[in-house]
């Protein structure tokens, strides 16, 4: 008689050794040929449904593939925490935005772990993470500095129930995706980006970089090779972003993963 098949026992044997030997992390140092597999980030709502499953399994089988061929695969996770939803359904359930995304993270993540997907887990992050978003906020100073970045008046879908902006995938035959009421159009001030002036000479001067960041001196002087790998050195280790175990233990994450910019 044929054993039968125990999906419980047998994955959660095989997933736990996978944990122990660090099989998908990707060290910095791995000498072999590098790839790197992102798929988008999701909005921790909760739970997974199947749409998650269908996304993530199709990346999971590429980075597979690639590992088998012997690259180093980058293969994180992150979560698109930030923004309108999250206070949304905290508002509606009386709690704290970071009790709920935290709380929904977890859940996630424990559902993911569950599937044997294969993350690097050790490079997760969450955009509502100060540790994150700083580095937005810089982009967004520097391409205002350079005259990237306006702000002018511009009509947007207003919300009287919500009382923000939604974007165009939220309006519904001129109602609101949540609730359903009535959305007007208003004008107010928004912001805009221009492309940037490509110059007529190939050299450019050496300049300081403003404020805090993520390097104090400048490499505009450097060739663009050059440049794009000092940054990525300098992005990726050490990676201040990443979320730390504190965040994925304690109930209430928020405190232990707060860390103003400096």
């Given at each position: 008689?044929?054993?039968?098949?125990?999906?419980?026992?047998l994955?959660?044997?095989?997933?736990?050794r996978?944990?122990?030997?660090?099989?998908?992390e990707?060290?910095?140092s791995?000498?072999?040929?590098k790839?790197?597999m992102?798929e988008m980030?999701?909005?921790?709502?909760?739970?997974?449904?199947?749409?998650?499953?269908?996304n993530?399994?199709?990346?999971?089988?590429?980075?597979?593939?690639?590992?088998?061929?012997?690259?180093?695969?980058?293969?994180?996770?992150?979560?698109?925490?930030?923004g309108?939803?999250?206070?949304?359904?905290?508002?509606?359930?009386?709690?704290?935005?970071?009790?709920?995304?935290?709380?929904n993270?977890?859940?996630?993540?424990?559902?993911?772990?569950?599937?044997?997907?294969g993350?690097?887990?050790?490079r997760?992050?969450?955009t509502?993470?100060?540790e994150?978003?700083?580095?937005?906020?810089?982009?967004f100073?520097?391409?205002?500095?350079?005259?990237?970045?306006y702000r002018?008046?511009?009509?947007?879908n207003?919300?009287e129930?919500?009382?923000t902006?939604?974007?165009?995938?939220q309006?519904?035959d001129?109602?609101?995706?949540?609730?359903?009421?009535?959305?007007?159009?208003?004008?107010?001030p928004?912001g805009?980006?221009k492309?940037?002036?490509t110059p007529?000479?190939?050299?450019?001067?050496?300049?300081?970089?403003?404020?805090?960041?993520?390097?104090?001196?400048?490499?505009?002087?450097?060739?663009?090779?050059?440049?794009?790998?000092?940054h990525?050195?300098t992005f990726?280790?050490?990676?201040?972003?990443?979320?730390?175990?504190?965040c994925?233990?304690?109930?209430?994450?928020?405190?232990?993963?707060?860390?103003?910019p400096?």
């Open positions: 008689m044929k054993t039968p098949y125990a999906p419980h026992a994955e959660t044997k095989w997933q736990s996978w944990d122990d030997a660090r099989l998908f990707a060290p910095d791995d000498p072999k040929p790839f790197y992102l980030f999701p909005y921790p709502s909760g739970r997974l449904h199947m749409g998650h499953v269908r993530y399994s199709i990346g999971d089988v590429v980075a597979r593939i690639k590992k088998k061929q012997g690259y180093n695969v980058m293969h994180p996770f992150g979560w698109d925490a930030f309108l939803p999250a206070e949304n359904a905290a508002i509606e359930r009386g709690v704290h935005p970071a009790e709920w995304t935290y709380q993270i977890r859940e996630m993540r424990g559902q993911l772990k569950r599937l044997g997907l993350y690097d887990w050790t997760e992050i969450a509502c993470h100060p994150y978003y700083r580095w937005e906020q810089l982009i100073i520097r391409a205002l500095e350079k005259g990237l970045v002018r008046k511009a009509l947007v207003w919300s129930k919500m009382q902006v939604l974007a165009n995938e309006v519904i001129g109602l609101d995706y949540r609730y359903g009421l009535p959305v007007v159009q208003k004008s107010s928004s805009s980006s492309p940037p002036i007529k000479s190939s050299s450019a001067p050496s300049t300081t970089s403003k404020g805090t960041g993520p390097s104090a001196s400048s490499s505009n002087s450097a060739p663009a090779s050059a440049r794009a790998t000092a990525w050195s990726s280790s050490p990676r201040p972003w990443m979320a730390r175990a504190s994925r233990s304690s109930p209430r994450a928020p405190t232990p993963c707060t860390a103003s400096s």
